[in-house]
């Protein structure tokens, strides 16, 4: 009984602290422990592939403290004095300096033809476990085979020496050429012909795993197909890209045959050398990377399936024939080139339009040969030519000459100026198949001017008459005709060309057969008679790098630039006379004591504008004496503005007759107050 009480009361008071418990939560909110980590600065990276490759020659043993050479630029093999049993070794250190595992193979190749002294020459390749040293190493187990059999059959396993390299990790091999013992006399006296490379080439190797396996860069080094052409030797890789080894250093340049190409130039600047791709190579487009400066004789000879070529703008010069038998239709030589060498873009059947941006100077023959050309744009206010330039479509003024059997008809020159039109006339002196055109302002030369090339008086008159805008004038002796009055037109010589000013018992000597014209004159040496008032009437005249002999009168707005003035005795070289505005750049002044007499009877006086100019007294002081270089003359009731810059002045004297201005430069003699000359 007791213990069931006992019980009862238990229970009881278990229940009781239950409830009580419950009484105690009632009101709040729950809670519990945790806790977390954060992996912060998680990176992707991608590691690098970076191999590199020197050598040392065999004499010295190859240490790291040794003077390697970059493989890239050393010396190959140069030895050439072989004898049976001589050989040569190159140590060769490949170094991994990325960050993933590679494996490489080693080719060897041929930049050119070789000769049959190739065939006696043994190729022995020692890895880094052999001594790189020992001649006794030299066996048949280590022997890739006969220099000219590898070098025929570069993609062979047989011509390849392979390894593996790990992060950091660097090889030692060598590579022998020996030449063998029983060579005989058949081979004295030869030469390889050709430089030759050693070609390596590296990818990842499957030795590093990732989460699931180590087969993710399982990948072979990819094998060289080859092929010779013209003695440039090519290889394809399993990336499908043609390898080029360069002629000069053994480099390789990537490109693809079938598509748009892209060649990288070489350090110097210079695409190189003779038929960098080899003729007939199956190029047919090309782009030359920006920062080359040179494109040498023959670079790009006989290609006739090449028909675009991107030259950049920092060409300056193209070599010898270096176009010669390309596809082009069209040519754009970019305002940097400078020197276009002989034959340069010979023997293109299908060119048919050149621009020349810039001043360029052409050697001969630049576009010989070329029946389909039509169109050449000189755009350069500065061109040079040699004789015989665009001897492509006439020799001896035929067109069916020694330098183009059939011609393929009219080719329309056009140039920027008459000077340069002139040089083209003089260089090419027969134009039976081209015409000469001075370009106006439209792009496309369809408000050109047409140039008349004479070479007598009364070819000049028929031209002139025949409304000629431009005529160049031949070597010899002219007079201006009357048939250019009104006309606007201008004449240019080639520097040694004459014209006399025909006084033709006219108003005091005066030359009537410009009057009202607008004439530029050229290159031309211009000879008066020496009497006053000798000049074209009426005529407003620009003379360009002309040379005027004896006195010459202004009767309109005349301007002079680079041109040469001789006089002598008791005269002026220049009356401005009937010029309202008369000025002179960079001229030369030659005279015995006076040079230029500012002096008009304009309506609205004169306005003279000395720049850059130079005055030379070339007189005893026995002839002319007390002048200034420049002297102001008589005022007409008219108003005087003399405007001189950096001008020099050589003898001459200041004159004392009037308002002296302490100046050999300049005088006033006629003492004109400031408010008729402006000084």
Same mark, same amino acid.
């Given at each position: 009984?007791?213990?069931?009480?006992?019980?009862?009361?238990?229970l009881l008071s278990a229940i009781m602290?239950?409830?009580?418990?419950?009484?105690?939560?009632?009101?709040?909110?729950?809670?519990?422990?945790?806790?977390?980590?954060?992996? =912060?600065?998680?990176?992707?990276?991608?590691?690098?592939?970076?191999?590199?490759?020197?050598?040392? *020659?065999?004499?010295?043993?190859?240490?790291?403290?040794?003077?390697?050479?970059?493989?890239?630029?050393?010396?190959?093999?140069?030895?050439?004095?072989?004898?049976?049993?001589?050989?040569?070794?190159?140590?060769?250190? !490949?170094?991994?300096?990325?960050? %993933? #595992?590679?494996?490489?193979?080693?080719?060897?190749?041929?930049?050119?033809?070789?000769?049959?002294?190739?065939?006696? /020459?043994?190729?022995?390749?020692?890895?880094?476990?052999?001594?790189?040293?020992?001649?006794?190493?030299?066996?048949?187990?280590?022997?890739?085979? +006969?220099?000219?059999?590898?070098?025929?059959?570069?993609?062979?396993?047989?011509?390849?020496?392979?390894?593996?390299? #790990?992060?950091?990790?660097?090889?030692?091999? +060598?590579?022998?050429?020996?030449?063998?013992?029983?060579? =005989?006399?058949?081979?004295?006296?030869?030469?390889?012909?050709?430089?030759?490379?050693?070609?390596?080439?590296?990818?990842?190797?499957?030795?590093?795993?990732?989460?699931?396996?180590?087969?993710? @860069?399982?990948?072979?080094?990819?094998?060289?197909?080859?092929?010779?052409? *013209?003695?440039?030797?090519?290889?394809?890789?399993?990336?499908?890209?043609?390898?080029?080894?360069?002629?000069?250093?053994?480099?390789?340049?990537?490109?693809?045959?079938?598509?748009?190409?892209?060649?990288?130039?070489?350090?110097?600047?210079?695409?190189?050398? @003779?038929?960098?791709?080899?003729?007939?190579?199956?190029?047919?487009?090309?782009?030359?990377?920006?920062?080359?400066?040179?494109?040498?004789?023959?670079?790009?000879? $006989?290609?006739?399936?090449?028909?675009?070529?991107?030259?950049?703008?920092?060409?300056?010069?193209?070599?010898?024939?270096?176009?010669?038998?390309?596809?082009?239709?069209?040519?754009?030589?970019?305002?940097?080139?400078?020197?276009?060498?002989?034959?340069?873009?010979?023997?293109?059947?299908?060119?048919?339009?050149?621009?020349?941006?810039?001043?360029?100077?052409?050697?001969?023959? #630049?576009?010989?040969?070329?029946?389909?050309? $039509?169109?050449?744009?000189?755009?350069?206010?500065?061109?040079?030519?040699?004789?015989?330039?665009?001897?492509?479509?006439?020799?001896?003024?035929?067109?069916?000459?020694?330098?183009?059997?059939?011609?393929?008809?009219?080719?329309?020159?056009?140039?920027?100026?008459?000077?340069?039109?002139?040089?083209?006339?003089?260089?090419?002196?027969?134009?039976?198949?081209?015409?000469?055109?001075?370009?106006?302002?439209?792009?496309?030369?369809? *408000?050109?001017?047409?140039?008349?090339?004479?070479?007598?008086? &009364?070819?000049?008159?028929?031209?002139?008459?025949?409304?000629?805008?431009?005529?160049?004038?031949?070597?010899?002796?002219?007079?201006?005709?009357?048939?250019?009055?009104?006309?606007?037109?201008?004449?240019?010589?080639?520097?040694?060309?004459?014209?006399?000013?025909?006084?033709?018992?006219?108003?005091?000597?005066?030359?009537?057969?410009?009057?009202?014209?607008?004439?530029?004159?050229?290159?031309?040496?211009?000879?008066?008679?020496?009497?006053?008032?000798?000049?074209?009437?009426?005529?407003?005249?620009?003379?360009?790098?002309?040379? /005027?002999?004896?006195?010459?009168? %202004?009767?309109?707005? &005349?301007?002079?630039?680079?041109?040469?003035?001789?006089?002598?005795?008791?005269?002026?070289?220049?009356?401005?006379?009937?010029?309202?505005?008369?000025?002179?750049?960079?001229?030369?002044?030659?005279?015995?004591?006076?040079?230029?007499?500012? @002096?008009?009877?304009?309506?609205?006086? +004169?306005?003279?504008?000395?720049?850059?100019?130079?005055?030379?007294? !070339?007189? *005893?002081?026995?002839?002319? @004496?007390?002048? #200034?270089? !420049?002297?102001?003359?008589?005022?007409?009731?008219? $108003?005087?503005?003399?405007?001189?810059?950096?001008?020099?002045?050589? =003898?001459?004297?200041?004159?004392?007759?009037?308002?002296?201005?302490?100046?050999?430069?300049?005088?006033?003699?006629n003492s004109m107050g400031t408010d008729?000359?402006?000084?």
């Open positions: 009984m007791t213990n069931k009480k006992s019980t009862k009361r238990a602290s239950m409830v009580l418990c419950v009484a105690m939560l009632a009101g709040t909110t729950f809670a519990w422990f945790t806790d977390s980590v954060t992996s =912060g600065n998680n990176i992707i990276a991608s590691g690098n592939l970076d191999v590199t490759m020197e050598w040392l *020659d065999g004499t010295a043993a190859p240490t790291d403290s040794a003077a390697w050479i970059d493989a890239s630029t050393g010396a190959i093999f140069d030895y050439d004095n072989w004898e049976p049993g001589y050989a040569v070794a190159r140590h060769i250190k !490949i170094a991994n300096e990325g960050s %993933l #595992a590679l494996k490489y193979r080693i080719h060897i190749a041929a930049n050119g033809e070789v000769s049959k002294l190739a065939d006696v /020459i043994d190729v022995y390749y020692l890895d880094p476990a052999q001594q790189l040293n020992d001649r006794t190493a030299l066996t048949e187990e280590n022997k890739l085979g +006969t220099l000219s059999a590898l070098l025929a059959n570069l993609e062979s396993d047989a011509s390849t020496a392979t390894g593996a390299l #790990a992060k950091g990790e660097k090889h030692t091999v +060598t590579l022998v050429l020996k030449m063998q013992e029983s060579a =005989g006399n058949e081979y004295q006296n030869l030469a390889i012909g050709s430089t030759f490379s050693i070609i390596l080439i590296a990818t990842q190797d499957n030795v590093e795993s990732d989460s699931f396996d180590e087969n993710y @860069d399982d990948i072979e080094v990819p094998d060289m197909h080859v092929e010779k052409i *013209d003695g440039v030797t090519y290889g394809m890789g399993a990336d499908g890209n043609y390898y080029m080894i360069s002629v000069d250093d053994g480099t390789l340049t990537t490109f693809t045959v079938d598509d748009k190409v892209t060649v990288l130039g070489t350090g110097n600047g210079v695409y190189d050398n @003779d038929r960098v791709f080899g003729k007939n190579a199956p190029l047919t487009s090309l782009t030359l990377p920006e920062g080359l400066t040179e494109i040498k004789d023959n670079a790009l000879n $006989t290609l006739p399936n090449l028909t675009t070529v991107n030259i950049p703008s920092t060409v300056k010069t193209i070599g010898i024939q270096a176009f010669r038998i390309t596809g082009m239709s069209e040519v754009t030589l970019p305002a940097s080139v400078k020197t276009v060498k002989e034959g340069a873009f010979r023997d293109m059947a299908n060119l048919t339009t050149v621009t020349v941006e810039g001043n360029v100077a052409f050697e001969k023959y #630049a576009f010989r040969s070329c029946p389909n050309l $039509t169109s050449i744009y000189l755009l350069g206010d500065d061109v040079t030519f040699a004789d015989g330039q665009f001897a492509s479509h006439t020799d001896a003024g035929s067109c069916a000459g020694t330098y183009h059997p059939t011609c393929g008809g009219l080719i329309t020159v056009y140039v920027k100026n008459a000077t340069v039109a002139a040089r083209l006339l003089a260089a090419q002196p027969s134009a039976n198949c081209y015409e000469v055109k001075i370009l106006g302002a439209s792009e496309d030369g369809s *408000d050109a001017t047409d140039v008349e090339e004479v070479a007598n008086n &009364t070819q000049l008159d028929a031209a002139i008459a025949a409304g000629a805008g431009t005529v160049v004038l031949g070597d010899g002796n002219y007079v201006v005709p009357n048939s250019a009055q009104g006309k606007t037109l201008t004449i240019v010589g080639n520097g040694n060309t004459a014209v006399a000013t025909n006084t033709s018992g006219s108003y005091e000597g005066c030359n009537y057969a410009l009057d009202g014209s607008n004439v530029v004159f050229e290159n031309i040496v211009i000879t008066t008679d020496g009497k006053d008032f000798t000049g074209y009437a009426r005529c407003k005249a620009t003379f360009n790098n002309c040379v /005027i002999n004896n006195t010459l009168f %202004l009767y309109g707005d &005349t301007e002079f630039n680079n041109c040469t003035f001789n006089d002598s005795g008791n005269s002026y070289n220049l009356w401005t006379y009937g010029a309202t505005n008369a000025t002179f750049n960079n001229c030369t002044f030659n005279c015995e004591g006076k040079a230029i007499y500012v @002096d008009g009877n304009g309506n609205t006086g +004169t306005k003279v504008i000395v720049n850059n100019c130079k005055f030379n007294d !070339i007189g *005893d002081n026995t002839v002319v @004496d007390n002048k #200034a270089a !420049i002297e102001t003359g008589t005022t007409y009731g008219k $108003t005087y503005e003399l405007i001189i810059d950096n001008t020099t002045v050589s =003898g001459f004297a200041i004159n004392p007759v009037g308002i002296s201005t302490n100046s050999t430069l300049w005088a006033n003699k008729k000359l402006n000084v």
